[in-house]
Protein backbone atom coordinates (compact mmCIF):
# COMPACT_ATOMS: atom_id res chain seq x y z
CA UNK A 1 0.00 0.00 0.00
CA UNK A 2 1.12 3.23 -0.71
CA UNK A 3 -0.17 6.95 0.45
CA UNK A 4 -0.04 10.14 -0.83
CA UNK A 5 -0.92 13.43 0.26
CA UNK A 6 -0.25 16.38 -2.15
CA UNK A 7 -0.01 19.94 -1.15
CA UNK A 8 1.14 23.72 -2.75
CA UNK A 9 -2.15 24.11 -4.34
CA UNK A 10 -3.61 27.85 -4.58
CA UNK A 11 -4.81 30.73 -6.07
CA UNK A 12 -1.95 32.92 -8.50
CA UNK A 13 -2.40 35.02 -10.91
CA UNK A 14 -1.72 34.34 -14.93
CA UNK A 15 2.44 34.41 -15.42
CA UNK A 16 2.89 33.56 -11.94
CA UNK A 17 3.99 30.12 -10.19
CA UNK A 18 3.42 27.61 -7.93
CA UNK A 19 5.25 24.49 -6.32
CA UNK A 20 3.25 21.58 -6.07
CA UNK A 21 4.34 18.54 -3.39
CA UNK A 22 3.66 14.99 -3.10
CA UNK A 23 4.66 12.86 -0.40
CA UNK A 24 4.74 8.90 -0.05
CA UNK A 25 4.52 6.36 2.46
CA UNK A 26 3.89 3.05 2.89
CA UNK A 27 5.37 0.45 0.40
CA UNK A 28 8.07 2.98 -1.26
CA UNK A 29 10.50 1.15 -2.59
CA UNK A 30 8.09 -0.96 -4.80
CA UNK A 31 7.04 2.45 -6.69
CA UNK A 32 7.98 2.60 -10.19
CA UNK A 33 6.90 6.10 -11.26
CA UNK A 34 5.37 9.22 -9.55
CA UNK A 35 3.76 11.75 -11.52
CA UNK A 36 0.51 14.49 -11.81
CA UNK A 37 -2.53 14.34 -13.46
CA UNK A 38 -5.08 17.39 -13.83
CA UNK A 39 -9.23 17.29 -13.96
CA UNK A 40 -10.56 20.56 -14.92
CA UNK A 41 -14.33 21.02 -14.45
CA UNK A 42 -16.41 18.82 -17.12
CA UNK A 43 -13.30 17.19 -18.03
CA UNK A 44 -11.37 13.92 -18.19
CA UNK A 45 -8.28 13.68 -16.00
CA UNK A 46 -5.55 14.00 -17.95
CA UNK A 47 -1.71 13.77 -17.73
CA UNK A 48 0.93 16.38 -16.55
CA UNK A 49 3.96 14.82 -15.93
CA UNK A 50 5.48 11.54 -14.85
CA UNK A 51 8.79 10.61 -13.00
CA UNK A 52 10.04 6.93 -13.07
CA UNK A 53 12.52 5.84 -10.11
CA UNK A 54 14.92 6.01 -12.81
CA UNK A 55 14.42 9.41 -13.48
CA UNK A 56 13.05 9.48 -16.67
CA UNK A 57 10.12 12.05 -17.57
CA UNK A 58 8.03 12.45 -19.31
CA UNK A 59 5.46 15.41 -19.95
CA UNK A 60 2.01 16.83 -21.67
CA UNK A 61 2.75 19.03 -24.64
CA UNK A 62 0.59 21.60 -23.28
CA UNK A 63 2.94 21.75 -20.27
CA UNK A 64 6.48 21.42 -21.84
CA UNK A 65 9.22 24.22 -21.16
CA UNK A 66 6.53 25.54 -18.10
CA UNK A 67 6.22 22.63 -15.84
CA UNK A 68 9.04 20.74 -14.28
CA UNK A 69 8.86 17.42 -12.34
CA UNK A 70 11.51 16.31 -10.09
CA UNK A 71 11.64 13.78 -7.39
CA UNK A 72 14.25 13.03 -4.13
CA UNK A 73 16.33 10.05 -4.70
CA UNK A 74 14.24 7.99 -2.44
CA UNK A 75 11.23 8.24 -4.41
CA UNK A 76 9.47 9.77 -1.28
CA UNK A 77 8.55 13.39 -2.26
CA UNK A 78 7.59 14.21 -6.11
CA UNK A 79 7.18 17.91 -6.86
CA UNK A 80 5.84 19.77 -9.38
CA UNK A 81 7.04 23.63 -10.12
CA UNK A 82 4.92 25.27 -12.49
CA UNK A 83 6.06 28.28 -13.72
CA UNK A 84 3.86 31.07 -16.69
CA UNK A 85 1.06 29.54 -15.61
CA UNK A 86 -2.40 29.89 -17.40
CA UNK A 87 -5.86 30.49 -16.61
CA UNK A 88 -6.51 27.35 -19.00
CA UNK A 89 -3.91 25.45 -15.82
CA UNK A 90 -6.82 25.20 -13.33
CA UNK A 91 -7.92 22.21 -11.89
CA UNK A 92 -7.77 19.94 -9.45
CA UNK A 93 -3.87 18.26 -9.81
CA UNK A 94 -3.50 14.61 -8.34
CA UNK A 95 -0.53 12.69 -7.04
CA UNK A 96 -0.22 9.11 -8.59
CA UNK A 97 1.97 6.26 -8.00
CA UNK A 98 2.45 3.33 -9.71
CA UNK A 99 3.64 0.21 -7.62
CA UNK A 100 4.72 -2.82 -9.88
CA UNK A 101 5.34 -6.03 -7.44
CA UNK A 102 6.34 -9.16 -9.79
CA UNK A 103 3.65 -8.62 -12.30
CA UNK A 104 1.50 -6.66 -10.71
CA UNK A 105 0.90 -3.29 -11.00
CA UNK A 106 -1.60 -0.92 -8.78
CA UNK A 107 -2.33 2.60 -8.88
CA UNK A 108 -2.56 5.13 -5.91
CA UNK A 109 -4.28 8.63 -5.77
CA UNK A 110 -3.91 11.23 -3.61
CA UNK A 111 -6.56 13.44 -2.35
CA UNK A 112 -5.82 16.40 -5.06
CA UNK A 113 -5.00 20.07 -4.80
CA UNK A 114 -7.02 22.98 -5.97
CA UNK A 115 -4.64 24.98 -8.45
CA UNK A 116 -6.38 28.01 -9.86
CA UNK A 117 -4.71 30.53 -12.11
CA UNK A 118 -6.84 33.35 -12.54
CA UNK A 119 -6.23 37.73 -12.22
Known amino acids: QVQLVESGGGLVQPGGSLRLSCAAS????????MGWYRQAPRKQRELVAT???????NYADSVKGRFTISRDRAMNTVYLQMNSLKPEDTAVYYC?????????????WGQGTQVTVSS
Open 96 to 108: NALEVVDDDENDY
Open 51 to 57: ITSGGST
Open 26 to 33: GSIFSIYR
